[in-house]
Structure formats: C-alpha cells, structure tokens
C-alpha cells in the first residue's frame, strides 16, 4: 500500500516562512514524479509544484514561482515544499502526491492532477495579515 503523509502546516503571519514535508511509503520512490497541491472549499484542487524522480528538474505555479521550492530526498523517502514570503491567498490544505506510475528511463514531470494516484491527507496551512 501506498501511504503520504505530511507535516509541517500551521498558523503563520504574512511574510512568514514554512517548510512542509511529506514522509511517502513508496517501493520505488526514486523512480515516481511527486507533487504537491493545495486546495480550499470554494476552489478545486490547484496544482503549486512538481518534482521529477531524480530532482533534476521542477515546475511551480505562477503565483509560487520565486517563493516556494520543492525538493527531495530519495534516501530518506521525503518530499519537502519550502515556502517563503507567505501570502494570505496561500491558505490553503496542502497535499503531497505520487504519480501513477514509475519511470525507468525518463525523467518525466507533470502538473497534471490527473496523472497522480496517490494523495495525503493533507496539512492545514494558515497565513494571517
């Protein structure tokens, strides 16, 4: 079985910082693109980052873009979003995710939610003026 989890949310002021982690249960976890998204009640999921297997290349939203920063770990099985200079408008439940399938020999990335199987359960984050 798969299993995301993450940590790391919580209530910040405006131009605060927080770093969220996702701890994945994964086989192959090197070979697997991950994400994270983030979500509110009155909008669908939006995609905010993504990362290829090995960490060589990455994808942000426009409005994260020069704020936020995924990265990895394949050793340790994380996935970390490092988020600087927070915004209200980034409240939000924050998901870490798994793509569908594994890549051998491509070091394939999407923003695609579509494309992604496996989901946490979210980490709640707060950002006051």
């Known amino acids: 079985q798969v299993q995301l989890v993450e940590s790391g949310g919580g209530l910040v002021s405006a131009g605060d910082s927080l770093r969220l982690s996702c701890a994945a249960s994964i086989r192959t976890f090197s070979s697997v693109p991950m994400g994270w998204f983030r979500q509110t009640p009155e909008k669908e999921r939006e995609f905010v980052a993504a990362?290829?297997?090995?960490?060589?290349?990455?994808n942000y939203a426009g409005s994260v873009k020069g704020r936020f920063a995924i990265s990895r770990d394949n050793a340790k099985n994380t996935v970390s979003l490092q988020m600087n200079s927070l915004k209200p408008e980034d409240t939000a439940v924050y998901y870490c995710?798994?793509?569908?399938?594994?890549?051998?020999?491509?070091?394939?990335?999407?923003?695609?939610?579509?494309?992604?199987?496996?989901w946490g359960q979210g980490t709640q984050v707060t950002v006051s003026s």
């Open positions: 990362i290829s297997r090995s960490g060589e290349s990455t």
């Open positions: 995710a798994a793509h569908k399938y594994v890549f051998v020999g491509r070091n394939y990335i999407t923003d695609n939610p579509d494309n992604y199987n496996y």
